[in-house]
């Protein structure tokens, strides 16, 4: 029997609001992270069409500006992978804090580049980078905020994510390259001093036996109240995690810990059966699961693959407007999405939103792929400015648009915070974080290949299946999990094999079988 570890809210002689506050606070440093993320995510789209055969200075050839466009995304697996051991071995806190060492060495490497290979070695480490980023951000912010609010909080993550892609649209506009990615530096400096204001995670604390640091961080984190306040909540984490630092092996073979014999057991077959209990159960390996299939379906349905080159190609779509001025407000628009998401998901669910997001971005592509078919020549190459149409339309922007708001629908991120249990959280979560990063380099490595053999028109179909099929996917498989505790939902996932969804077409065919 599991005991549940949270509660809905806050004791009531605490104010919400005090509360909420005290989590955003000690959150911050991760949301700064995040906001360093969305620049770097979006810093080879500002580059692109300065550096892609420039006739002066640093010059890419077309190969050479889609190795480029994803070359961050093809090492953040790698940055991903060893984040989950920092953060277990560190602690939440301390690998934030370090999380924002390499980041601020990429940024430097970046602006002093000065050939090809130094440029494409700043855009490796900064991949790697943002890789180490997930795990700790990801674990921190799901492990500290309590369920009422964790689904808000963690798409708080997403919304600084947005103002990331935002502020580096905007400064496409107004400084050339190199000037913006010296201002990256601000958020992992101002990040770092954040860290000095967060507790560790009263979790992670108690599985170190830390117990009275454990319960300051508690007290702090619910509103910078009494331990008087947080006792019942203390007392329910410490049965929880009382078991964490026992032996995985006895606790899967029945075993009393008292009789373990494991510890010297040779290390690499206890190393093999350690992880077998852990990333092995079924706890574990249905979220990843699903985790990755979203990522593979989110990526692939369109905004991601062509965001190195949207400046570019809003001139091969005929659009009537200065590419520069659209990637911007696709910035704009992708930042109020993802606020308006926060009090999406208290109304509708995660489960909804998911599938809604999917299906329209599906929708989006599918009216792109219609357009591009009808009004552009098979010539049109979006690499090749000299092939873009002389007659432009507001309609593919007004459909870009659409797939952008859609896009900024889908949570995948916010999933990871709180489907995994505690043992293998951040692992998992480096993995799954891993996946998208190789699904994104594929995306966008494949544009220029996509786009050669199937012309625009081929590109966007090729989205838009992916979208639709990743729609029915979630609508089968994806649970509800909004307002549930992390032990209820490690609870689910350890029950027998079903399909997930608890949807009123799906109990109807149930029904009608028996």
């Known amino acids: 029997m599991v005991t549940k570890v ?30 360093d993320l969305g620049m770097a995510i979006n810093f080879s789209t500002i580059m692109m069409p300065a550096l892609l055969n420039a006739t002066e200075g640093l010059s890419l050839t077309e190969t050479q500006a889609s190795w480029f466009g994803s070359m961050s995304f093809l090492t953040q697996p790698a940055g991903a992978l060893i984040s989950g051991p920092i953060v277990d071995y560190l602690g939440r806190r301390k690998a934030n804090f370090i999380s924002n060492i390499p980041v601020i060495v990429a940024w430097l490497l970046m602006y002093f580049s000065w050939n090809i290979p130094s440029l494409f070695a700043g855009s490796a480490l900064l991949g790697i980078s943002l890789g180490i980023m997930e795990a700790p951000i990801n674990s921190y912010v799901g492990e500290i905020s309590d369920p009422s609010i964790r689904g808000a909080l963690c798409t708080v993550t997403q919304f600084f994510v947005s103002v990331g892609i935002l502020i580096m649209f ?38 170190r036996n830390r117990e009275k640091e454990a319960l300051q961080s508690l007290c702090k984190l619910r509103g910078w109240t009494t331990p008087d306040n947080v ?61 990755m299939m979203y990522f593979l379906f989110y990526v692939m349905s369109g905004l991601v693959p062509i965001r190195p080159n949207l400046i570019n190609l809003c001139g091969a779509l005929g659009m009537a407007q200065d590419g520069k001025n659209i990637a911007f407000m696709v910035g704009v628009i992708t930042f109020i999405t993802t606020f308006i998401v926060i009090g999406l998901i208290k109304l509708v669910g995660k489960r909804k939103l998911s599938i809604a997001s999917l299906l329209g971005s599906a929708i989006s592509c599918l009216l792109l792929s219609i357009y591009a078919r009808r009004n552009l020549d098979d010539t049109v190459f979006s690499y090749k400015p000299s092939t873009f149409p002389t007659e432009t339309s507001v309609v593919p922007i007004i459909l870009l648009y659409m797939l952008t708001i859609f896009t900024g629908l889908g949570i995948p991120w916010v999933l990871l915070g709180e489907l995994f249990p505690f043992r293998s959280r951040a692992s998992a979560q480096g993995l799954s974080a891993a996946s998208n990063y190789v699904f994104s380099f594929i995306g966008t490595k494949t544009f220029i290949d996509l786009e050669t053999n199937f012309m625009l028109w081929g590109t966007f179909a090729v989205y838009a299946t992916f979208g639709f099929i990743g729609a029915a996917y979630l609508y089968f498989f994806l649970p509800e999990t909004e307002g549930k505790s992390l032990v209820e939902i490690e609870e689910f996932y350890k029950g027998e094999l079903r399909i997930f969804a608890d949807d009123p077409i799906i109990n109807c065919v149930r029904r009608h079988k028996r």
């Not at 905007?170 to 010296?182: C, E, P, Q």
């Not at 204001?197 to 599985?207: H, K, N, R, S």
């Not at 006792?231 to 026992?246: C, I, Q, R, V, W």
């Open 6 to 35: 949270e509660i809905g809210s806050p004791d009531p002689t605490v104010s919400r609001l005090r509360s909420i506050t005290s989590q955003f606070i000690a959150s911050s440093s991760s949301f700064l992270l995040l906001l």
């Open 170 to 207: 905007f400064l496409g506009t107004i400084v050339d390259w190199r000037s913006a990615a010296l201002i990256c530096l601000i958020a992992p400096i101002a990040s770092m001093l954040m860290v000095t204001f967060a507790p560790e995670t009263p979790v992670w604390l108690l599985t």
């Open 231 to 291: 006792k019942a909540e203390f007392d329910e984490l410490h049965t929880y995690s009382k078991n964490m630092p026992k032996c995985v092996i006895c606790c899967n073979n029945n075993q009393e810990q008292s009789t373990c014999e494991h510890e010297s057991m040779n290390w690499f077959v206890r190393r093999t059966l350690t992880f077998r209990y852990v990333m092995l159960c079924k706890e574990t390996l249905r979220p990843l699961a699903l985790v």
